[in-house]
């Protein structure tokens, strides 16, 4: 494995076996998340996303968390993040209890460049939904990452990035990570590449520094109900 490629995909995917699509029951996530650790790509995995309303359901689990604030939330020793929803009616509010590594979903529209300079006040960070009951345009999501490009702020994508390359209907994880290197919303939805001397766009390639930037400062990581699907895309275009 290449460095560049390492760079890229290291503890990229933070793993939500139990939401949609996929809606695992608690002890079934459990054993897929085990499944994955004990893998071979198991390098790629970062945190299990858990809703704090069944944080229950992981006594005695030692697992690194990141935790939807779907409930009171009154700590876990094991979050390492969490993530929650901006909500218009009492944003501020809403801001003002978060600490930490903290991903506050946006919505896309107007005012975005507003809400992400809310976080970046605050140390807080995005979360950016590219799928599911709709999936923005790629112009929506370009707008997106340039703004948190331009405040500072880190930022994670989810839902309906499960695989790496754009196609018709859906986003890619690897366009994602390339508009970010390239600062050109463009490369959401024209072909990428990542080979060993980095990630290719055009006639343009980021190297494993630039990647490495990226990831820490820009797309930290992607969300996803699946860590297997994902794995057996870059299987099937020979990156893993």
């Given at each position: ?22 809606s695992?029951?608690g ?25 704090a ?31 929650t929803?901006?909500?218009e ?38 979360k ?21 490009r ?12 499960h ?5 018709e ?23 990428v ?12 390639v ?17 969300g ?17």
């Amino acid at each position: 494995m290449s460095d560049a490629r390492r760079a890229a995909l290291s503890a990229l995917i933070d793993h939500a076996p139990t939401f949609p699509p996929a809606s695992l029951p608690g002890p079934d996530a459990l054993d897929e998340d085990r499944r994955a650790r004990e893998g071979e790509h198991a390098w790629m995995l970062a945190r299990l996303v858990w809703p704090a309303s069944r944080l229950d359901e992981l006594e005695g689990e030692d697992r690194a968390l990141s935790v939807l604030l779907d409930a009171p939330f009154a700590g876990d020793m094991r979050a390492e993040a969490v993530e929650t929803r901006w909500v218009e009616s009492h944003s501020e509010a809403g801001l003002e209890g978060l600490r930490g590594e903290a991903y506050v979903e946006l919505p896309l529209g107007n005012g975005l460049e507003d809400r992400v300079a809310a976080l970046a006040e605050r140390g807080l960070r995005a979360k950016v939904r590219c799928g599911g009951a709709e999936v923005p345009t790629a112009d929506a999501l370009a707008r997106f990452l340039s703004a948190c490009r331009a405040a500072g702020v880190p930022f994670k994508a989810t839902a309906g990035l499960h695989h790496p390359l754009a196609a018709e209907g859906r986003h890619g994880f690897l366009n994602v990570l390339a508009a970010c290197a390239f600062d050109d919303g463009a490369a959401l939805s024209e072909a990428v590449e990542l080979e060993p001397a980095g990630l290719r766009w055009r006639d343009r390639v980021a190297g494993s520094d630039e990647l490495e930037r990226v990831r820490r400062e820009q797309l930290v990581a992607v969300g996803s109900c699946s860590f297997f699907e994902p794995v057996d895309d870059l299987k099937e275009l020979g990156v893993l």
